[in-house]
């Protein structure tokens, strides 16, 4: 066992922080706040080193119990640590300024390269026991705090400014992995559930999430000297951002020995290369409540990171002028030898829900007392000279103009609000690219039980990132004139990653005895673009105020790449639903849209709504799918096809719905569906021996289709 592991990053501290300022002078607020808190910082993890690993031919390793391999060769990078918790508020008979962020966490470590060369034989019996377990892990980030900032302001004073900000802790990014390289001769023995003969791997880190954020401000203020109520309140809340994917390394493996596994999904070889997975943009949650004054609520759902890109996955099984010894594994879903490339998928966008309330209530302000109704100070020792402008004086001080020519202030007209809402929802991060996965095998190959093909050769794009739910939601009492605005806008998509070339060349003997068992399937899929996530943009108002919602375009489909196979010696397949050779390439599809809606109304009482659908994204393009065969292909089951190329585009998105319930004017366009992606070129070229025996199984066939298009909205 050899194995260097670096430190993980400590976690960042809790912060607290409060205030409480009020005034005592009687009818009037002079206090003030200002609180700013920031959780703390989680620290990054430390890098690991080098892994070499030899042991020499002759040589014998046992081990017994599950997950302890022969040979255990890693290289793992330490991960950050999580951001602190801050909770920040504030109490203010006047004015309250608070702004809060949770902590950051720390960057993951980077792994480095991991090699082993064994000549040894090699027996373990129990689960995830493999024969070589090696290893480059690279360490994910940290996940971004917890923020939670607050104010509650209530005064009698005529202009009263609250402002409320917070963010939710950013997600730390995750770091590399590096080469694993695996040379393996003699013999290998497992028994054990998913315990693989070699097991090469190379994992980047992932990004970590964003933190939650919840940003709240209450506001109570009194009236203007006119009876208006022109207070200020602001709340603006952002989720935390993910951290970025890294991207992988290589993962190769050249095997000249005898591989033999017993256990479902045990696969006698596995190379694998996973690029890092985008973070999660944070939840964010924005309220505000401000009953006699005007409000700004924004808020901003957590942005999903981008994902990290694959390696290249290469397993080489003996050489032209020296075969290979035997691969036999004995379990459902155990492979003969799997080589994947995957890039990461990109981070979902956080959901971002914004409220706001207001509810101003009619002035009470009383119209100034007559001269004749004011009691005056008796028998206070003071001539009566010096209350001639007794009256007014105290009207002054009351603000009323107490002169013969006054007039009451018209409530109604004086109590205008304010209202403006603005909700922005987080995007989901971009997918991670797959890259080549390459199998030359040179021996034969024996699989016996169901979903065991004899070679598995994938490279795959990571999805894109979903837009997440975006909720804007306004309320203002109708008692009395009053404006708002609301605006909601549904985040962005992440597009698809393009899958990898896929090579194959097999020159040998495979069989399988089992049902859905191929004899050789190569795919280079595309990845999925990522969905508009729903946006819901309520308001409770009238005389002037207007609504605007604007969805957005799904995730572009990502492409498939080109898969070459040549196949030589034999190849039969006995099962049903297992299919000769395949290669295909596939296009993914595209995201479905959201809607653009735009509604408003005036004094006047005349309404208006548009809404506009957008159009669905493209699926992605499928790529070229070759087969080049001699030898002997032979299918015994049902709907066992003996040679298969195909090239798939993916389909089209679908373009938003749409609806409208304006009072007196509406205008609505539907979008249009996403175009489908395009089928590729598509060549066999055949001098083999084909025979199929069973029900609807083809001997060879050659397809290339066009993705569908999307529906319109």
């Known amino acids: 066992m050899s194995q260097l592991i670096g430190g993980g990053g400590g976690n960042g501290g809790v912060n607290v922080a409060a205030g409480l300022s009020f005034t005592s002078s009687t009818g009037a607020g002079d206090g003030n706040a200002l609180l700013v808190g920031i959780g703390g910082f989680g620290g990054g993890g430390q890098s690991a080193g080098m892994v070499d690993v030899f042991v020499a031919d002759g040589s014998s390793i046992s081990a017994n119990g599950d997950e302890r391999s022969s040979i255990f060769a890693q290289s793992v990078g330490g991960g950050g640590g999580n951001g602190g918790v801050n909770v920040s508020q504030g109490i203010a008979s006047d004015a309250a300024l608070g702004f809060g962020l949770g902590g950051v966490g720390g960057a993951g470590g980077a792994a480095q390269t991991v090699t082993v060369n064994s000549g040894a034989d090699l027996f373990t019996n129990g689960r995830e026991a493999h024969g070589i377990l090696a290893q480059s892990l690279g360490g994910g980030g940290g996940n971004g705090g917890l923020n939670v900032s607050g104010a509650l302001t209530f005064s009698e004073q005529t202009s009263v400014p609250t402002l409320t900000f917070g963010m939710g802790g950013f997600g730390g990014d995750g ?17 054990g559930d998913q315990a693989h003969g070699i097991f090469a791997q190379s994992l980047a880190g992932g990004g970590g999430n964003g933190g939650v954020n919840i940003s709240n401000a209450l506001n109570f203020s009194g009236a203007t000297d006119n009876g208006a109520y022109q207070s200020l309140s602001m709340v603006v809340g952002i989720g935390g951002h993910g951290g970025l994917g890294a991207n992988a390394g ?11 596994t017993s256990g479902h999904g045990a696969h006698g070889i596995l190379a694998q290369s996973i690029g890092g997975g985008g ?5 964010n949650f924005s309220g505000n409540v401000a009953k006699r004054s005007s409000l700004v609520t924004m808020g901003i759902g957590g942005f999903g990171a981008g994902a990290g890109n694959a390696g290249s996955a290469t397993v080489l099984r003996g050489e032209e002028n020296e075969a290979a010894g035997m691969i036999v594994t004995d379990g459902v879903g155990a492979i003969g030898i799997e080589a994947t490339s995957i890039g990461g998928g990109g981070g979902n966008a956080g959901a971002n829900i914004v409220a706001a309330l207001v509810l101003a209530e009619e002035g009470t ?7 004749e109704d004011r009691e005056r100070p008796r028998h206070s020792g003071v ?18 103009n107490a002169t013969e020519d006054s007039e009451p202030a018209e409530n109604d007209s004086s109590q205008s609000r304010y209202a403006v809402q603005v909700a922005i929802g987080g995007a989901g991060g971009g997918a991670g690219n797959g890259a080549e996965a390459r199998v030359d095998n040179y021996g034969d190959i024996a699989t016996l039980q169901e979903r065991s093909h004899g070679i598995l050769a994938q490279s795959i794009g990571g999805g894109g990132g979903n837009a997440a739910l975006n909720v804007a939601l306004t309320f203002l009492d109708e008692d009395a004139e009053h404006r708002g605005l609301n605006l909601s806008l549904g985040g962005a998509t992440g597009d698809g990653g393009i899958g990898g070339a896929v090579n194959v060349v097999h020159d040998g003997a495979i069989e399988t005895l089992a049902n859905d068992s191929y004899g050789i ?3 280079s899929i595309g990845g999925g673009g990522g969905n508009v996530g729903a946006t819901i943009d309520v308001e409770e108002a009238a005389d002037g105020d207007l ?5 957005r375009r799904g995730g572009v489909g990502g492409q498939g790449g080109a898969v070459d196979v040549i196949a030589n010696g034999s190849i039969v397949t006995r099962g049903d639903r297992s299919w000769g050779v395949l290669a295909q390439s596939l296009g993914n599809g595209g995201g479905n849209s959201g809607v653009t809606s735009i509604a408003g109304s005036t004094d006047s009482d005349a309404s208006m709504n548009f809404s506009f659908g957008l159009e669905g994204a493209d699926g992605g393009d499928g790529g070229a799918a070759s087969i080049d065969v001699q030898g002997l292909v032979v299918t015994e089951g049902t709907d066992a ?23 007196s004017i509406a205008f609505s366009l539907g979008g249009d569906g996403g175009i489908g992606g395009i089928g590729g070129m598509v060549d066999i070229t055949s001098g083999a021996e084909v025979m199929t025996t069973g029900t609807g199984a083809i001997g060879i066939f050659a397809q290339s289709i066009g993705g569908g298009g999307g529906n319109g909205g």
């Open 641 to 663: 096809h003996a040679v298969f190329a195909q090239s798939v585009g993916g389909g089209g998105g679908n373009a938003g719905d749409i609806g409208s319930d304006a009072a």
């Open 175 to 191: 770091n590399i992995s590096a080469l694993v390289d695996v040379t393996q001769r003699g013999t290998v023995v497992t028994q």
């Open 383 to 400: 001539d009566d000279e010096v209350f001639t402008n007794y009256d007014a004086v105290i009207a002054e001080l009351n603000g009323r």
């Open 250 to 260: 290589n993962a190769s493996v050249t095997s000249f020995g005898d591989l033999f």
């Open 365 to 371: 302000d009383e119209p100034a007392a007559d001269d």
């Open 547 to 551: 609504s605007i919602s604007l969805g």
């Open 521 to 523: 399937l190569a795919q």
């Open 279 to 283: 973070g999660n943009g944070g939840l």
